[in-house]
């Protein structure tokens, strides 16, 4: 196949997952075409067995709204309406609630496989995206004037040229490899085990989090008595933690979160992935962007990933809704300016709430109680974590923002 075979956009979005797939669909709502391409085929049936469940922070809901997804996943929502972090062995907790700025929410949990088939549902109505998938690309060369890009799908090769390329990729971004842009990894010789338990009680709404010397656990609230559990595990004792039978397994994850939650009464299904933190040395370049993992993979500690690499598709959507050419040099120097404070912010906290809340150092005990007890009783401080909590740092796109009470 040409490229002159058929109609195409000036924007390709290579990867289709959950942040690629939220560009798409920002795009399409403000009236630009776009070609999605996804190395996995396209799903009319049930989702996957992703056992991850989302925190989501109330600027990211909002998003969603905004680009037409969330009506196809509230149903399994689950409103939070705060969340109560602690550290094994330290005094002090940290409470932040969503009455606390005059709201019913500091944002929702839900399942990744649901957000990802709402993803699913709202591409399926998209009038300006064009959606290659199974597809993959097989060669990307960028100069000032296009990027020349061949697509392989299961009809053969597609040659085109387009005006900007989006690395959506994920974390071994082949993009960002092609474009030559360096990434700074770091091991945290961890891995994180994810699945849900049942609770002897509901957790009415709060999301606990627990730091400790073998690293952060999580329960997120889900619907009814379920909530999702978070566990880090040192690397080396994954596979043993995952070979426990369930009541083995909940008597660890009760060790691991305490009793503030209550009793844990059954665990389903669950997965480990290694937790590794890999930061692009650049968000632009000729031609190109990257976005969400490909652009900063970051500790899941905080549930920081998804709703920042959305803020990242919907400030890309937002700068390329003024028109002109979507590539333009100066476009994407104002985009990598716009999402530095807001990634950076998001880099610093995550990693060093996994090293210094984690670390097994009994002498940082006493810092980290006062930092626990500054951040609960200091109002700016705790203003500044409430409002960061709820997807709000740096310049927000305009579709996450709302009049707060």
């Given at each position: ?148 890009v061949e697509i392989e799908t299961a009809q053969g090769v597609l ?42 009680r509901a957790l009415d709404g709060v999301a606990y989090e627990r ?86 993979t970051v500790h899941p500690i905080g549930a920081q990933g998804f ?99």
């Open positions: 196949m040409s490229e002159n075979d058929g109609a195409h956009a000036q924007i390709l979005i290579v990867g289709g997952g959950l942040v690629g797939s939220s560009l798409a669909l920002a795009l399409d709502a403000v009236g630009i075409a776009c070609t999605l391409v996804e190395a996995a085929p396209q799903r009319t049936d049930a989702p996957s067995v992703e056992e991850r469940n989302l925190a989501l922070a109330r600027a990211t809901v909002n998003g969603l709204q905004a680009i037409g997804v969330w009506a196809h996943a509230q149903a399994e929502a689950q409103p939070m309406r705060g969340v109560l972090v602690s550290r094994a062995g330290d005094f002090g907790s940290l409470r932040l609630h969503a009455h606390e700025a005059g709201l019913d929410s500091i944002g929702h949990t839900l399942p990744a496989r649901a957000l990802g088939a709402a993803l699913q549902s709202a591409l399926g109505v998209a009038r300006q995206v064009e959606h290659l998938a199974p597809a993959r690309v097989r060669a990307l060369h960028v100069d000032a004037a296009a990027a020349r040659t085109r040229r387009y005006a900007l390329v989006v690395g959506a990729d994920g974390s071994e971004s082949l993009v960002r490899a092609a474009l030559g842009i360096g990434v700074q990894r770091h091991d945290y010789r961890q891995s994180l085990i994810v699945g849900q338990v049942r609770c002897a730091l400790g010397d073998d690293g952060p656990a999580a329960l997120l609230p889900l619907a009814g008595a379920r909530a999702g559990l978070v566990l880090g595990v040192a690397a080396e004792a994954c596979d043993a933690v995952l070979a426990l039978d369930d009541v083995a397994y909940l008597a660890y994850a009760q060790q691991r979160l305490g009793w503030r939650a209550g009793r844990l009464l059954h665990a389903a299904r669950r997965q480990a992935w290694p937790i590794r933190r890999s930061v692009a040395a650049a968000l632009v370049a000729t031609r190109a962007v990257l976005v969400g993992n490909a652009a900063q709703n920042l690499g959305l803020r990242d598709a919907l400030t890309l959507a937002e700068l390329l809704a003024a028109g002109g050419d979507p590539g333009d040099a100066a476009r994407l120097a104002a985009y990598g300016a716009r999402r530095a404070p807001d990634r950076d912010g998001v880099l610093r906290f995550t990693h060093a709430l996994a090293t210094l809340g984690c670390l097994r150092q009994p002498a940082l005990a006493p810092l980290r109680s006062l930092g626990m007890l500054a951040a609960q009783v200091l109002p700016p401080l705790h203003q500044r974590l409430l409002r960061h909590g709820m997807g709000w740092r740096g310049q927000p796109p305009r579709a996450v923002l709302e009049t707060l009470p």
